[in-house]
C-alpha cells in the first residue's frame, strides 16, 4: 500500500477524513476491541500531556517537550509495534511510551530531574530519550545491523522530528540502512517547526518521505493526525522490515499544537489562524467521530475514559512524587556500566565541595 502514495507527486497517506470517515480499500480493518483502544491511548496521551504542563508551571517538574497534536502519530505508530521490535525515541514521544507500556510514574520521574526515570523496565526494547537531535538515527541504524546480524525478527523504530533531518546523522543513518538493508523503520514526526524554524527552512525538497528514494528505499506521507493512516503505514513498514524487505521513512505530517517546550513562546513566530486552522483538524476528534459513525461512542463512554485516564494520570504523578530526591551519585550513575576512574574523581570531587548534607 505505501507504494500506492508517491511523495514525489505529494500524495499523502490518509484514511479517515475529516468527517471521521475512512476509506475503504485503505481501512486496516482493526477490530471493535483495538479501535477503542487507540482512543483511550490517545486520551491517556493528552491527561498525562496537559499534566505534565501543570506541573511544569507549578515547578513539579522541569523543562518539557508538549505532545499536544501528536497523540494520533505517537500512539499509530507504537500500537503496530510488537514487543520484539527496538525504539530509539526522541524527546516529544509521550503517546508512544504509554502505548508500549512504559511506566508513566517513571517517565514524569525522568522529565523531573531523576536520570533514574530512563531506566527502562526489564522486558521493553526501548532506549533512553535522546536529547542530541538526530542523534539516535545513527544509533538505531546500528541496532538494525545488530538484529539483521543476529538474524532476529524484529524491526528498529526510531523517531525525529523535521529538523533533525537537517543533520548528519539524518543523511549518515538513511544512507547506510539503505546500502546495508536493514531493518529500520525512519518515522519523521513532521510538526512543520523546529522550535521556530519553519519546515520551509529545514529543505527546499516538497516532501521529507521524498528524501528515502535517494538512499534507495520507500518513503510515504501519511496524515499524521490519521490514526488509523500512521497505523497502517507503520504495520506495512515494521513487516517489510522484520522480513528482510529493508529499511522505510514514513513522513507523518503533523502540527505541534502547543510550545516547543515550556521554555518557548510559540505565539512569538506563528499565527494565531494557522494554529486555529490545525485546532480543527485535532486528531482525537477526528477519530472520536470514526468511533462513533461505527457505533463505538458516546458520550457517557467518553466520560469514563476520561475519567480513567485522569486517575491513572495522577496516581502517577503520586508515585513519581513519593520517591526520594536525585542524590550526587545519580548524576554519574546512568552513563557507563562501569565508571571509568576520571568519572570516579570528579563524583569524590563533587561530593567533597557539599556541604554534609547534601552529599
Ligand atoms: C544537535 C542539537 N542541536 C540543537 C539542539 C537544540 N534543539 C532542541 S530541539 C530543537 C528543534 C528540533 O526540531 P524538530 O527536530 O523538528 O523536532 P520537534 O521539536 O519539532 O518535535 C533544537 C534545535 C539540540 N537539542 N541538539
Same mark, same amino acid.
Given at each position: 500500500?505505501?507504494?500506492?502514495?508517491?511523495?514525489?507527486?505529494?500524495?499523502?497517506?490518509?484514511?479517515?477524513?475529516?468527517?471521521?470517515?475512512?476509506?475503504?480499500?485503505?481501512?486496516?480493518?482493526?477490530?471493535? &476491541?483495538?479501535?477503542? &483502544?487507540?482512543?483511550? #491511548?490517545?486520551? #491517556?496521551?493528552?491527561?498525562?500531556?496537559?499534566?505534565?504542563?501543570?506541573?511544569?508551571?507549578?515547578?513539579?517538574?522541569?523543562?518539557?517537550?508538549?505532545?499536544?497534536?501528536?497523540?494520533?502519530?505517537?500512539?499509530?505508530?507504537?500500537?503496530?509495534?510488537?514487543?520484539?521490535?527496538?525504539?530509539?525515541?526522541?524527546?516529544?514521544?509521550?503517546?508512544?511510551?504509554?502505548?508500549?507500556?512504559?511506566?508513566?510514574?517513571?517517565?514524569?520521574?525522568?522529565?523531573?530531574?531523576?536520570?533514574?526515570?530512563?531506566?527502562?523496565?526489564?522486558?521493553?526494547?526501548?532506549?533512553?530519550?535522546?536529547?542530541?537531535?538526530?542523534?539516535?538515527?545513527?544509533?538505531?541504524?546500528?541496532?538494525?545491523?545488530?538484529?539483521?546480524?543476529?538474524?532476529?525478527?524484529?524491526?528498529?523504530?526510531?523517531?525525529?522530528?523535521?529538523?533533525?533531518?537537517?543533520?548528519?546523522?539524518?543523511?549518515?543513518?538513511?544512507?547506510?540502512?539503505?546500502?546495508?538493508?536493514?531493518?529500520?523503520?525512519?518515522?519523521?514526526?513532521?510538526?512543520?517547526?523546529?522550535?521556530?524554524?519553519?519546515?520551509?527552512?529545514?529543505?527546499?525538497?516538497?516532501?521529507?518521505?521524498?528524501?528515502?528514494?535517494?538512499?534507495?528505499?520507500?518513503?510515504?506521507?501519511?496524515?499524521?493526525?490519521?490514526?488509523?493512516?500512521?497505523?497502517?503505514?507503520? #504495520?506495512?513498514?515494521?513487516?517489510? &522490515?522484520?522480513?528482510?524487505?529493508?529499511?522505510?521513512?514514513?513522513?507523518?505530517?503533523?502540527?505541534?499544537?502547543?510550545?516547543?517546550?515550556?521554555?518557548?513562546?510559540?505565539?512569538?513566530?506563528?499565527?494565531?489562524?494557522?494554529?486555529?486552522?490545525?485546532?480543527?483538524?485535532?486528531?482525537? &476528534?477526528?477519530?472520536?467521530?470514526?468511533?462513533?459513525?461505527?457505533?463505538?461512542?458516546?458520550?457517557?463512554?467518553?466520560?469514563?475514559?476520561?475519567?480513567?485516564?485522569?486517575?491513572?494520570?495522577?496516581?502517577?504523578?503520586?508515585?513519581?512524587?513519593?520517591?526520594?530526591?536525585?542524590?550526587?551519585?545519580?548524576?554519574?550513575?546512568?552513563?557507563?556500566?562501569?565508571?571509568?576512574?576520571?568519572?570516579?574523581?570528579?563524583?569524590?570531587?563533587?561530593?567533597?565541595?557539599?556541604?554534609?548534607?547534601?552529599?
Amino acid at each position: 500500500m505505501i507504494e500506492r502514495f508517491d511523495p514525489l507527486k505529494g500524495e499523502r497517506l490518509r484514511v479517515l477524513d475529516e468527517d471521521g470517515r475512512a476509506a475503504p480499500d485503505l481501512d486496516p480493518g482493526l477490530s471493535d &476491541a483495538v479501535l477503542r &483502544a487507540l482512543y483511550e #491511548r490517545m486520551v #491517556r496521551t493528552r491527561t498525562a500531556d496537559a499534566k505534565a504542563l501543570k506541573l511544569q508551571r507549578q515547578g513539579r517538574l522541569g523543562t518539557y517537550a508538549p505532545s499536544l497534536g501528536h497523540e494520533a502519530a505517537q500512539v499509530g505508530l507504537a500500537s503496530a509495534m510488537t514487543a520484539d521490535d527496538w525504539f530509539f525515541p526522541y524527546f516529544r514521544d509521550l503517546g508512544a511510551y504509554l502505548t508500549l507500556g512504559y511506566p508513566l510514574a517513571d517517565y514524569f520521574h525522568f522529565w523531573m530531574g531523576h536520570e533514574a526515570g530512563l531506566r527502562t523496565p526489564d522486558g521493553l526494547n526501548i532506549f533512553p530519550i535522546s536529547i542530541p537531535v538526530g542523534s539516535q538515527i545513527p544509533q538505531a541504524v546500528g541496532a538494525g545491523i545488530a538484529v539483521k546480524s543476529r538474524k532476529l525478527r524484529a524491526a528498529v523504530v526510531t523517531t525525529f522530528g523535521d529538523g533533525a533531518t537537517s543533520e548528519g546523522d539524518f543523511h549518515e543513518g538513511l544512507n547506510y540502512a539503505g546500502v546495508y538493508r536493514t531493518p529500520n523503520v525512519f518515522v519523521c514526526i513532521n510538526n512543520q517547526y523546529a522550535i521556530s524554524v519553519p519546515r520551509s527552512h529545514q529543505t527546499a525538497a516538497a516532501t521529507i518521505a521524498q528524501k528515502a528514494l535517494a538512499y534507495g528505499f520507500p518513503g510515504v506521507q501519511v496524515d499524521g493526525n490519521d490514526v488509523l493512516a500512521v497505523y497502517a503505514a507503520a #504495520r506495512e513498514a515494521l513487516a517489510t &522490515a522484520r522480513s528482510g524487505g529493508g529499511p522505510t521513512l514514513i513522513e507523518a505530517y503533523t502540527y505541534r499544537l502547543g510550545d516547543h517546550t515550556t521554555s518557548d513562546d510559540a505565539a512569538r513566530y506563528r499565527a494565531k489562524e494557522e494554529v486555529q486552522e490545525w485546532v480543527l483538524k485535532d486528531p482525537l &476528534a477526528r477519530f472520536r467521530r470514526h468511533l462513533a459513525l461505527k457505533g463505538l461512542w458516546d458520550e457517557a463512554s467518553e466520560k469514563e475514559i476520561q475519567a480513567a485516564a485522569a486517575d491513572s494520570v495522577e496516581k502517577a504523578v503520586a508515585e513519581a512524587e513519593a520517591r526520594p530526591p536525585a542524590s550526587v551519585d545519580d548524576i554519574f550513575a546512568y552513563t557507563y556500566a562501569a565508571m571509568p576512574p576520571d568519572l570516579e574523581i570528579q563524583r569524590a570531587e563533587l561530593k567533597a565541595s557539599l556541604p554534609e548534607g547534601r552529599r
